[in-house]
Every structure is written in C-alpha cells, then in structure tokens.
C-alpha cells in the first residue's frame, strides 16, 4: 500500500467514491423509497465509518429585510455499518425508507433531494446528491383540491421559515398561497393562505389564513395594520375526504361573517 496513495487519499484523490441510484425520481410523501448506493474503491485501501442518506429542501429566510435561500434536513438515515474498502473494489448496498408524510411539495422554487454521505477515516468525505420530485398525500391533495373547488386559484407555493409557534419538527413551513378567481368569495376575499402543520397517514392539521378584502376607510386601516387576516385551524382526517368543501367553506365563512 503506497503512502503516496494514502496521502492523496486524504485530499480526495484517489479516493473511494459513492454514486446512488434511486429506483425512480417521482415519488408521493409517505412513499418507500428504495435504491441502492454504488461505492468504488480507491487507489488505497480505506475505512468507511457510516453510510448516511439525507433529504433535504429549500426554504426562504428572512434576516434584516433580506430575503436568503436556506437548507434544511427533513430526514437522516444510517444504512451501513462500517467496514472497509479495499483498493479498486466494488460494493452495492440496497437501502429502502419511507419519506416523512410532511415532505413539502416540489411546486415553484421548491426543491427536494437525497444526498448520500459516506464517513472515511482521515479522507473528505465523498457524496452524491439526486433531486427527486414530491407529489402531495391524498390526503393533502384532496384538501387543495376541495379549496379549488371552492373558486381559489393557486398563485405561489414556497416554503418559508416557520414562526416560532409553527416550529414542531423543522424551521420551515410550506405554505400555498390562493386567489379568489370565482364562486362565493370572488371580490370577498383578497387571499387565502394553506399551510399544512401536522400531518400523518390519515390525519392533517391545516391553518387556514384568510384575507378579508378591504372595505371603506375602516377596512383599509384594517389592512394596514394586518388586522383583516384571519387564521383558522382544522383537523381533518381521512373519513373527511368526501365532505371537505363543505368543512372548509365553513370555516372562512366563519371569519368572514
């Protein structure tokens, strides 16, 4: 074994490298992700500590009025035990898991991806990264479509960082932005604003932010001073599915009355 080699290894060259496949690139949150992780050996022999996967998105923070695009780790999954490498050699590892049912969706500027790590003794570190798209739940799917049904339009999607209330599991929340194009509430409502808190196989927490539109003088200093949103929290489950236009009407038109 040539201490050359060794030394380039800690630099990167000649290193082991890793390259995932992913059984397909379109999945659904909640779904199995399955593949498998590639690792060629180097002109060395080396020690691989662990083998992670790790999904990833974007999100927008905010910092002195400006606005930054953020990272943040939605999951992160150990699949091998360490072993060793040896000079050249070839190794495939099959890895299967499920992603979180609160995966965001990849509409607009969103992006989810899984990158794969792999730990080497005193080496860089090598890693791969492979974007996927993300469809909504059921469950979730069914929520935005009732909305639609209702006349809403969507006009932006975009995680954003996640007020302090909203920080259960990560420092973003998705939230899908809509306009009244027609039905009840065209020329009632400037906006309404879904964000999706909780959610599980069967069960969803939405809040619902509703922007009344402004009327005479006192609706307009309403508006100035955020005073004409409204947000409203519903739990639905999936026994709900069918009925969801009819649970979420209700609930704007209780802020709207």
Not at 41 to 67: C, F, M, N, P, W
Not at 215 to 230: I, K, Q, T, Y
């Amino acid at each position: 074994m040539s201490f050359f080699n060794k030394v380039l290894a800690t630099i990167g060259i000649g290193a082991a490298t890793v390259d995932t496949v992913l059984e397909k690139s379109h999945y659904v949150a909640g779904e199995r992700v399955q593949g498998m992780i590639g690792i060629k050996g180097g002109s060395t022999q080396q020690e691989v500590d662990a083998i992670y996967l790790t999904l990833h998105t974007t999100y927008i923070r905010e910092s002195d009025d400006k606005k930054f695009t953020d990272q943040a780790i939605i999951q992160k999954i150990e699949v091998a035990e360490p072993f060793i490498i040896k000079e050249n050699e070839r190794k495939e590892i099959p890895f299967a898991f499920d992603l979180s049912y609160e995966t965001p969706v990849t509409y607009g500027n969103t992006k989810v991806w899984v990158s794969t790590g792999m730990d080497i003794k005193n080496s860089i570190d090598p890693k791969d990264k492979d974007y996927i798209e993300i469809a909504p739940h059921p469950l979730k799917e069914s929520v935005l479509s009732a909305i639609q049904d209702l006349g809403f339009r969507t006009r932006k999607v975009e995680c954003e960082q996640a007020p302090k209330r909203l920080r259960r599991h990560f420092p973003f929340i998705q939230e899908f932005e809509f306009v009244p194009m027609s039905g009840p509430y065209a020329g009632k409502l400037d906006e309404l604003e879904v964000m999706f808190n909780e959610q599980s196989k069967d069960k969803v927490e939405i809040l619902l932010e509703v922007d009344r539109r402004a009327r005479g003088l006192g609706g307009f200093l309403a508006e100035a001073l955020d005073m004409d949103e409204s947000i409203v929290t519903l739990n639905v489950d999936a026994s709900d599915a069918p009925d969801l236009k009819r649970i979420i009407q209700k609930a704007i038109d209780r802020v709207c009355s």
